[in-house]
């Protein structure tokens, strides 16, 4: 069985990087009508990390997991390590990394990078995660789009 294995996907986002990175710099408000709750349940500022329980749902089944999300301001990067959840049930490791990259023209280009561990063979690559998290960066960048 292979170890850890990535994936990724790049979405362009019609608006500032700055904006864009800003709704997971705060670490609240990040939400879209696919996440049920978001929660801060530990945030350390000196580390510019916390831990934060979400439900969303995906494939039209409520998850949830518990990630420790670390803020990388200078490269507009943040990471979410899964550290309890339902998708542990599948994946010995899971962490995904968000870089949020400027373009000279106005706008922006999310870039998500997966890195997951299967706990056997049998497990299929996370690609539900993946169509759940490009759909979420659209409706989060129509909510805050609507909002402006």
């Not at 019609?14 to 990040?30: H, L, S, V």
């Not at 749902?57 to 420790?68: C, F, L, R």
Request: with cysteine; aromatic share 10%; glycine share 4%.
């Amino acid at each position: 069985m292979p170890g850890v294995q990535t994936l990724d996907l790049e979405i362009q986002v019609n608006m500032a990087a700055d904006r864009f990175f800003n709704t997971f710099k705060k670490k609240e408000g990040n939400f879209t009508d696919k996440t049920e709750a978001v929660s801060v349940h530990r945030d350390d500022l000196k580390s510019n990390s916390s831990i934060q329980i979400w439900n969303f749902i995906v494939d039209g089944k409520m998850e949830q997991i518990k990630e420790k999300i670390e803020v990388d301001e200078e490269n507009k990067s943040v990471s979410f390590l899964a550290i309890e959840g339902d998708v542990l049930e599948q994946y010995k490791s899971y962490k995904i990394t968000l870089d949020v990259v400027p373009r000279d023209d106005g706008v922006c280009v999310a870039k998500w990078t997966w890195e997951y561990e299967k706990l056997n063979d049998d497990v299929p690559p996370p690609t539900k995660y993946i169509a759940f998290v490009a759909d979420y960066t659209r409706d989060l960048e129509t909510r805050l789009l609507s909002e402006s």
